[in-house]
């Protein structure tokens, strides 16, 4: 069974860049594209950006210009950072495993999430 | 970019069906995947394509799809249903772009 697993810092500053890691743990990193998604609190969900295990990155055109995803594969793992955060920026984050269920590529795999704030 | 427009609410009395609509453009190319997530926990895939579910998901969730709408139905609505759900596909860009509705809180009655 896939699990996945974010850890970082819970409070930022505004102005500083938000950095977080999702570790892959029950299956192979490769072959799968990974993504990040999150949810300001009680709000819905916003897609940020999918990496592919060889290092292809898709981004939220809205957040493009602040998100920068890489990964890991020797140690399973994806980060995350976005620049130049606001309190607009304070949500839980998810990483997620886009699926390969065929044809269709659903986020089949979730982590718990993690709640970052943003403040001073 | 392309926008994914969900009813904010319905309600279903226990054991009867509930539909929920999704609508975007989007929805005319890509098929559209469900998720359920209830308080403090992450969303979970309970639909995915023309009408998969993933195993574990009871047979009650089904998915369709005509045009630029998606539906997710429950059939025999249970108490545990009650939830937000949020549908999801790849948006217009031609590009890995995903886009998420702004969801639908069912309450089960």
Redesign the interface.
Known sequence: QVQLQEWGPGLVKPSETLSLTCTVSGGSISNYYWSWIRQPPGKGLEWIGNIYYSGSTYYNPALKSRVAISVDTSKNQFSLKLSSVTAADTAVYYCARLGDRGTYYPFDYWGQGTLVTVSS | ?SELTQDPAVSVALGQTVRITCQGDSLRSY?A?W?QQKPRQ????VI??KN?R?SGIPDRFSGSSSGNTASLTITGAQAEDEADY?C?S?DS?G?????????TKVTVL
């Open positions: 970019s098929y995947s998720y992450a969303p979970v895939l995915y394509g998969n993933p949020y999801s790849r860009s590009y890995l772009h995903y886009v998420f509705g702004s969801g």
